[in-house]
Every structure is written in structure tokens, then in C-alpha cells.
């Protein structure tokens, strides 16, 4: 088929745009890369629809190329491409390099055995470097912003494989001096050079060589990828951020070299920030962090090459490089910056923060660098929030929030405020009004007075409970701070019941220190409030957050007169939430009588049976329990009962739940006595459980039922005493018991595995017979021997014997039921099978590898069994 039309292309990169997964999806999906590829050599095509493939290609690489083979592929056409276009101007050279680097960085198949970047590397190195490559690249007015293009790139590529250009540090330096675009070649300098210095640093490679001025070692052979195989690909972020660098300097390994590599380095260094004049403002910041980084790992680089920089930065009016000038700071600090620097930042921050006409984006900036602010010397534990030592109240006064200002101003400046306030000792500063804390006071009263206004907007409100959330969160130390904030909004909620779900959104957030009395005194609020009027709701949505274990009975007092208004279905079910809060807390017998009138007085059957409900598990439910049952349930169900969906959630905790085996069960020694034969279980304990109960069951009826097993607790790592299991056979049969463990978690609630299946063996059923009289001696044994026939049958099976003989034999695995012995060549042995069988063993010993062995039994089902049981004791020896 041949390569479609304008049109057709319009169409499909439409319906591309629309939906690229339901495209790729569909069946013109799988073509669609392969397509653009074709149709970008089509000579039918336009220029401009060819750049609109490549486009599509730059924008979505990961949907056309989705692994490293179909990247591969992709580059390799991109790079054919790019060759076969005609010498003449065109705007495809400079999309196809991106379009190529791309493919390989977006694709991963960026690597040594990558044919496309063996390629793709050279070329972009060549193109950077100036180099002529021949007619095929274009006319020489194009040569510069090839050359712009191929060092971006480059600088695509060096970040998704830091070290890649480490070997051509020297030509990049040499290229910064000579005619052609500063901006990319600073860019891409600085970015290699700062990955160089972190790999290197791991590595414990050289550094002078790998500044020092020459050729690319890329022309005489293949590309060096050393640095890039001992480095690591994750070096990130690139965007100037002194947190960033903070991070960076943690990771990058501290490393002092030689006298010549410092050389060479300082060199480096101070050629890039000489090109820093003739650079945007947002290149000049990103230049700054990457060269601040890459000296901040290497001990004994005094930092003071940026101090021309720093002189020239320090009155900036660019928000980029105002922040490059802190992200500086972060890293270096005192070794860069004296306190006559930090001082004029600080005072520089301030008066810009108060300038009237700045935007509101701007003056957020400021403010943040300001609460952000990189210190010489902090005080306090690391990542501790405070306040510069160097800025006073007197300098931030006319940085004081007020209620004139945007929401967002105003809660930035109030954080600068209660950073300041956590300084302060109550003393009144000299020239000022009144201290940071009693601006503060007023207000935070001024918010809630206007939040408190009936009917106000809700955004009054919600900004009342985010400077509320701000201060306790700023000053949660400080009693004379949190106990005016509490009181006043305590009033709050007095004016304003209706503001209830702010009050509880606001105790899911903030610290004990506030939380705490504001909830003992919303309680009372809402407890001394008659139970009938029209905020009723709200009341109740509040005691629900606010009801603990204290004062419950006037917490049931104020439940049992506002049941009798609460006559609609969500007021029943508000004053339902409230029973459920106490019954968290333990209840009592005054919740039992309220739940047991309720069920009896509410006109909506679901809440009868919701008060039903919580009756009955407050009356059968000890503590622990009743939490797990009261818990929140895993499934939400879209049920119109709401009895029902929380029906499901009880089930959950109180009904048995399947869960895997807590425990490993194994056979171990067997004792023989008693009249019955008995098993001894290991139990190995891989979670702790209570209450263990094991079940075991036989098909069939070969053994009566077992009884069950108990244990009252099992630990991990604490040995447990062995299980014993009495077995009753019906007839001497071997059989594989299914066993079945119940148990309870810490948590409270009731699980049931099913474990691995026991089996037991036909030689688990063997016991002895009682011990003959003195004096009886092989008499005995004869006596059973004639008394199994003729009603019973006699067998012969020759039992192989292992290296060690047959009294081996006897003695590990027959020694209890011998009754005659005349060792090592005869013995006679005796053994009682459950319920009531009998079997009589004759083993000979012979000069072979094996014994004769005579059998009788009164049992003939016994034969088959015996005989397998002899033929193996060989092997189990």
C-alpha cells in the first residue's frame, strides 16, 4: 500500500489525538508507527505534514515505541532518514535528530549495544562540535541551530545516562571558547561535568584527563561507556532547589583531588561562569545549581568562585536566579556567604515581599523564600520550622497579615507570624505597637468573628479553620497561644453550629495539645444545649466526633431528650452515630436502657433495628470484641438499607473468616501405651493465635470420630507441648486425617484454615500385648501363635535386610512388640491391632541380604498391609 495522503494523515492524527491508548488499541494502532516511519521518506508528502509526523513521534514515543527493540528499529529509520534528505534548507533535519534521541531515551534503548546510538552519538558530538559533515547536512546558514540542537540532545541523552560524556569533557571545554551558541554548550558542560564529578567520585576514576582539552576518543573508535556502567542512571532533579541540593551533597560521595585535577576544575568552573552574562535568567539559575552541586561533594574547593556571581546576583530582580542566589546559599552557606549577605537577603526578601503592586505569585515567592530561608548557622534539631536568627519583628512589621489580604497571602504571611510568635517572650519589641503574639491574638479573633457572622460565606469560614490549623500546628507548645484559639473557637461553634463538619475535620488534624480541650469543650457546648432546635443535626454530628468515656451521663441525658425531635430518618440515624461512639468507649448500663428504648420508641424501622442491633453487641460483646465488631467495614455495598450494608461489616469481624494455616502440624516420636494408639503432634506456631482448636476427620469409617484438640495460646520462636491424639480404628487400616484449625487473631476475630492432611501409617496402629507371666516364656508366643488357625490365615514374605543385619532391624523399628528373641538370628514378635486383630511375626536370619518372615493373623485384611509394611523397613532403617 502506498503512503497515504494529507488528508488521510489529517484524519488518522486526529483520531490519534482523541484517544492514543483507544487508538493503539484498535487496528490501525499496530501500523501507525511503522506508517510514519514509511511515509516520512515519501517524496508525495508535503514538508509540513512530514513535520507534523514528527511531531506526533516527539510527543507520544512511548505509545509508537514501546520497547527497546521497536525504538531501536524507529531511531535506525529516523537516522536513514535524516541521511537521505537533499542538501538543501529544511526544517526535517533538526526534528529528525530529536525525533531519533528520543526514540532511544524514551524506548531504553540507549546503550553499547545499541546500533542506532553508536550511530546517533558521533553524529550529535560531531554536529555540536562545529565539524564539517558533508553536503548532506544541510547549507551553513543551517549549521548553527543544528549545532543548538544536536548539544540538546546530547544533554537529553547525558541525563538519562550520566557519564556518557565524560570522555568528552575536554572537546566541550574547548568548543565553549570558539564561535557557535553559548547557551546549549554552557548547559551541556555544566550537566556533564556535574555527573562526571558524582560518577568519578564512585568510581575512583581520574578527573585530569577527562578535562583536558582534545579530541573526542569517539572518532578513532567506539564510544567510551565506562562511566556510564559504574555510574548511576538516577540522578535527578535538575531544576535549581536547595533542598535538592542538600539531597544531592548527601549521595555524592566526598572526594579531595589531586593539586592538578583541582586545577583543571577551577578552570572548568570559571569558564562556565564567565559565559553566565550572556545567558537567559531561567539557563543562568540551572547553570548555578549544577555547577554548586558538582563542587559541593569535593573536599577542599573553597567555593569563592562564585562570589563575582554572587555580587552580581544579590540585587537580582529574577525570581530564577533570586532563587539560584538561596539554592547557593543551601549548599555552601557560610563558606560563601557572610552575615552581612544573609542580613541583605533577608532585609532584600522582606521589602520585596511588601512591595503593593507585586502579583499575588510573586509575593507567595518571596514569602516562601523567606519561610524557607537557608541559614548560616540554624538553631535546633534538622528540618526543625523557625524563623531566620537574623529576622526581627521590627524588620517583618509591615509583613503582619491582615484581614485585607488574599486568602493565600494571608496564610503565608500568618506562617511567617507564628514562626516569629515561637521566638518570642512576651516582650514588646522597641517602635512596635504591640508584640508578634498579641497580632496574633487580634487576629485570629478577627477571623473567627468574621467566620461567626450568620450566613456569611462559607470561604470566611474555611479560611478561620486554616489559620486555626496554622497556628496549632506552628505553636502547638505554647499554652498562652492555644488557650485563647480554643476558647475562641469554642464561640465559634456557639454563634455557628452549622460550621460542625469544619470543628470535625479541623480534630482530625491537629495535635493533642489543641485537640484534646477542644473537644471536652465542645462537648459541654453541645451537652448545655436544649435538645429541640433546628441545629439539632449539628449537634449531633459533633457529639458523635467529641463523646468519650467521661461526663456520659450528661451525654446521655442530652441523647435522651433530643430523641423524642428526632423524627425524620437522618436525624435518627445522626443520633444513632452517637450510641455507636459510646459503645467504642464501653458504654454502659445508661447506653443499654437508651438503646433498649429507642428500639422500642423510633418511627423509622431502620433505626429501631440499628438501636436493636447496638443493644444486643453492647449485651454479648466484651470490649475488645465489640471494637473489632464496630470497626469499619471493607465492603460498601450501594444498598437502600443502611441496617444492612452495616450488617455486612458486623458479619465481617463476627462471623469465622477464612484465613491461610497460622501454623505448621507435624508428626513427631510416637509413644506406645495405653489401650489405644495415640499420636504425638508437633504444633510450630508462624503468627501469634489464641484459643486454638484442631478438628480432624477420616473418610469414610474406618476411625470413630476424633475429638478435638486445644490449646490455649501459640507464640512464634516459643516451643509448644506436644498435641496428643487418641485414635480409635474400626478396623487396622492406614488413612490420611484432614485436619481443620479455629482459632482467634490478636485483633479478636475467629479464623478457620484448613491444614495439610496427616497421614497415618499402618505401623501407627501397632501396640503390644500384654506382658506374659513370669515363667510362660516361648509358651506364650506358641499359644498365639496355634490360636490364629484355623479361623485365621498364615502368610510367608521375605523382608530385605540393609547392611547392618536384622538385630538393627528388630531393635529400631519392632523392639516394643518382641516377645521371644534369640538374637541376632530368631525373633518372635507379638502385635494387637485396634479394635481387636492380631498379628504373630517369625523372623529367621540368613546368610543373604534378606530374612525369611512367617506371618499369621486372625485378620486376613492384615496381609497385604503387613506384607508392605516388612518389604519397606529395609529402606526406613
Not at 130 to 143: A, I, K, V, Y
Not at 649 to 675: D, N, T, W, Y
Request: proline residues 9%.
Amino acid at each position: 500500500m502506498g503512503p497515504l495522503s494529507r488528508e488521510a494523515w489529517a484524519q488518522r492524527l486526529a483520531a490519534f489525538r482523541a484517544s492514543p491508548s483507544a487508538f493503539m488499541a484498535g487496528p490501525e494502532g499496530e501500523d501507525l508507527g511503522r506508517d510514519l516511519l514509511s511515509d516520512l521518506r515519501s517524496e508525495k508528502l508535503s514538508e509540513q505534514t512530514k513535520v507534523s509526523l514528527l511531531v506526533l513521534s516527539l510527543e507520544y514515543p512511548v505509545q509508537l515505541w514501546p520497547d527497546a527493540p521497536a525504538a531501536e528499529v524507529a531511531a535506525t529509520s529516523l537516522l536513514d532518514t535524516l541521511v537521505l534528505l537533499p542538501p538543501r534548507l529544511s526544517a526535517l533535519r533538526r526534528l529528525l535528530l530529536l525525533a531519533a534521541t528520543t526514540a532511544l531515551a524514551a524506548g531504553g534503548a540507549l546503550g553499547p549495544t545499541s546500533g542506532a546510538s553508536c550511530r546517533l552519538l558521533p553524529l550529535l558530538l560531531g554536529l555540536a562540535s562545529g565539524s564539517d559533515l558533508g553536503p548532506g547536512f544541510g547549507p551553513t546558514s543551517e549549521q548553527r541551530s543544528l549545532q543548538a540542537t544536536a548539544c540538546e540532545c546530547l544533554r537529553e541523552l547525558e541525563s538519562c545516562k550520566p557519564g556518557l560524556l565524560g570522555g568528552a569533557l575536554g572537546l566541550l571545554r574547548g568548543l565553549l571558547g570558539q564561535a557557535g551558541p553559548v547557551q546549549p554548550l554552557s548547559l551541556l558542560l555544566a550537566l556533564a561535568l556535574r555527573n562526571t564529578l558524582v560518577v568519578q567520585s564512585r568510581a575512583g576514576a581520574g578527573l585530569r584527563g577527562l578535562l583536558m582539552a582534545g579530541v573526542s576518543p569517539t572518532r578513532d573508535g567506539p564510544w567510551d561507556w565506562t562511566l556510564v556502567e559504574e555510574g548511576d542512571a538516577h540522578l535527578q532533579p535538575q531544576a535549581p532547589s536547595w533542598p535538592a541540593a542538600e539531597e544531592g551533597e548527601r549521595r555524592l560521595a566526598a572526594r579531595e583531588p589531586s593539586p592538578e585535577e583541582a586545577r583543571e576544575l577551577r578552570a572548568a568552573v570559571a569558564q562556565l561562569l564567565d559565559t553566565t552574562y550572556l545567558l537567559t535568567p531561567v539557563a543562568q539559575a540551572q547553570l548555578l545549581w549544577l555547577l554548586g552541586w558538582a563542587l559541593r561533594g569535593l573536599q577542599g574547593q573553597p567555593p569563592a568562585l562564585f562570589k563575582p556571581q554572587l555580587v552580581r546576583l544579590l540585587g537580582t530582580a529574577q525570581l530564577t536566579l533570586l532563587h539560584a542566589v538561596l539554592a547557593l546559599k543551601a549548599a555552601f552557606g557560610e563558606a560563601l556567604f557572610t552575615v552581612q549577605d544573609e542580613a541583605l537577603l533577608l532585609r532584600r526578601l522582606t521589602l520585596a515581599a511588601q512591595h503593593p503592586a507585586l502579583p499575588l505569585p510573586t509575593h507567595l515567592f518571596y514569602l516562601h523564600c523567606l519561610l524557607s530561608f537557608p541559614e548560616n548557622w540554624p538553631l535546633g534539631p534538622e528540618g526543625e520550622e523557625a524563623a531566620p536568627l537574623l529576622l526581627r519583628p521590627q524588620l517583618c512589621h509591615g509583613l503582619l497579615p491582615s484581614l485585607l489580604h488574599e486568602p493565600m497571602a494571608l496564610l503565608a504571611r500568618l506562617h511567617l507570624l507564628c514562626l516569629l510568635c515561637a521566638e518570642d517572650e512576651e516582650e514588646e519589641e522597641k517602635g512596635l505597637v504591640q508584640s508578634p503574639r498579641g497580632s496574633l491574638e487580634e487576629l485570629m479573633a478577627s477571623l473567627q468573628q468574621r467566620a461567626a457572622l450568620d450566613g456569611g460565606p462559607r470561604a470566611l469560614a474555611t479560611l478561620c479553620f486554616q489559620a486555626s490549623y496554622l497556628v496549632a500546628h506552628c505553636l502547638a507548645g505554647q499554652p498562652t497561644v492555644l488557650t485563647p484559639l480554643i476558647h475562641g473557637l469554642t464561640q465559634l461553634y456557639r454563634a455557628r453550629p452549622v460550621l460542625a463538619p469544619h470543628f470535625v475535620d479541623l480534630l482530625d488534624q491537629v495535635v493533642p495539645e489543641l485537640g484534646e480541650p477542644l473537644r471536652v469543650l465542645l462537648r459541654q457546648e453541645v451537652v448545655s444545649r436544649p435538645g429541640r432546635d433546628e441545629a439539632l443535626r449539628w449537634h449531633l454530628q459533633m457529639l458523635a466526633k467529641v463523646a468519650d468515656g467521661s461526663a456520659q451521663s450528661a451525654t446521655l441525658s442530652f441523647l435522651q431528650a433530643a430523641a423524642a425531635h428526632c423524627t425524620g430518618w437522618d436525624l435518627q440515624q445522626a443520633l444513632l452515630r452517637v450510641c455507636r461512639a459510646l459503645l467504642h468507649v464501653g458504654g454502659g448500663d445508661g447506653l443499654a436502657d437508651l438503646l433498649q428504648a429507642l428500639a422500642r420508641q423510633l418511627e423509622d424501622p431502620d433505626g429501631r433495628d440499628h438501636a436493636r442491633l447496638y443493644y444486643i453487641l453492647l449485651a454479648h460483646l466484651a470490649g475488645p470484641k465489640l471494637g473489632v465488631a464496630l470497626a469499619p467495614s471493607l465492603t460498601a455495598p450501594a444498598l437502600a438499607s443502611s441496617l444492612v450494608a452495616e450488617n455486612q461489616g458486623f458479619a465481617a469481624a463476627l462471623m469465622v473468616q477464612e484465613a491461610p494455616a497460622p501454623i505448621r502440624l507435624s508428626m513427631g516420636p510416637r509413644e506406645i501405651k495405653g489401650p489405644l494408639p495415640v499420636l504425638q503432634l508437633q504444633v510450630e506456631a508462624l503468627e501469634p493465635i489464641y484459643s486454638l482448636e484442631l478438628r480432624f476427620r477420616v473418610e469414610g469409617q474406618i476411625y470413630a470420630p476424633l475429638e478435638a484438640v486445644h490449646m490455649p495460646c501459640l507464640c512464634p520462636g516459643r516451643p509448644a507441648r506436644p498435641l496428643l491424639l487418641p485414635l480409635q480404628p474400626r478396623r487396622p487400616a492406614p488413612a490420611w486425617l484432614d485436619v481443620h484449625a479455629l482459632y482467634t487473631t490478636p485483633t479478636g476475630l475467629t479464623c478457620h484454615a484448613r491444614l495439610p492432611p496427616l497421614s497415618v501409617n499402618f505401623s501407627d496402629l501397632f501396640l503390644p500385648f500384654p506382658h506374659p507371666p513370669e515363667g510362660a516364656g516361648p509358651g506364650f508366643f506358641e499359644e498365639l501363635w496355634h490360636s490364629c488357625l484355623p479361623e485365621g490365615t498364615e502368610s510367608r514374605v521375605w523382608c530385605p535386610l540393609g547392611p547392618q543385619g536384622l538385630e538393627h532391624l528388630v531393635s529400631h523399628h519392632l523392639e516394643p512388640f518382641v516377645v521371644v528373641a534369640q538374637p541376632p538370628t530368631s525373633y518372635c514378635i507379638a502385635i494387637r491391632l485396634p479394635p481387636n486383630s492380631r498379628l504373630l511375626l517369625r523372623l529367621e536370619a540368613t546368610q543373604g541380604d534378606g530374612a525369611p518372615v512367617a506371618l499369621r493373623t486372625d485378620d486376613w485384611a492384615v496381609l497385604p498391609l503387613a506384607g508392605d509394611y516388612l518389604r519397606r523397613l529395609s529402606a526406613a532403617v
